[in-house]
Nanobody, 116 residues
Framework: QLVESGGGLVQAGRSLRLSCRAS???????????MGWYRQAPGAERELVAS???????NYGDSVQGRFTISSDNARKTVYLQMNNLKPDDTAVYYC?????????WGQGTQVTVSS
């Protein structure tokens, strides 16, 4: 189960940090997984925001490069998404994802709304 927190309403230019805890996942499985954040705006397809492998390799969507940072705390089995300099276009439901081989696990989603 992926438990997300940290969404909300903020003004453009401000910051938010999202958290996703992989409760019920044993540590070795967490470390072997690729964790990521995706987002979906109304009427749009779900898109990758950022991902991080068990070895710490990161990947970012073009629109968030340089503004967002993904990190992982293996001991807490938690992944974070630090979002800085937020823009109205960042408004979406953000979903935590865990990839284990060919299987995807998803969180319930957390709403991020950025006002201009």
């Amino acid at each position: 189960q992926l438990v997300e927190s940290g969404g909300g309403l903020v003004q453009a230019g401000r910051s938010l940090r999202l958290s996703c805890r992989a409760s019920g996942t044993i540590l070795s499985v967490f470390r072997a997984s690729t964790m990521g954040w995706y987002r979906q705006a109304p009427g749009a397809e779900r898109e990758l925001v950022a991902s991080i492998t068990g070895s710490g390799m990161t990947n970012y969507g073009d629109s968030v490069q340089g503004r967002f940072t993904i990190s992982s705390d293996n001991a807490r089995k938690t992944v974070y998404l630090q979002m800085n300099n937020l823009k109205p276009d960042d408004t979406a439901v953000y979903y935590c994802n865990r990839k284990q081989g060919s299987v995807d696990y998803w969180g319930q989603g957390t709403q991020v709304t950025v006002s201009s």
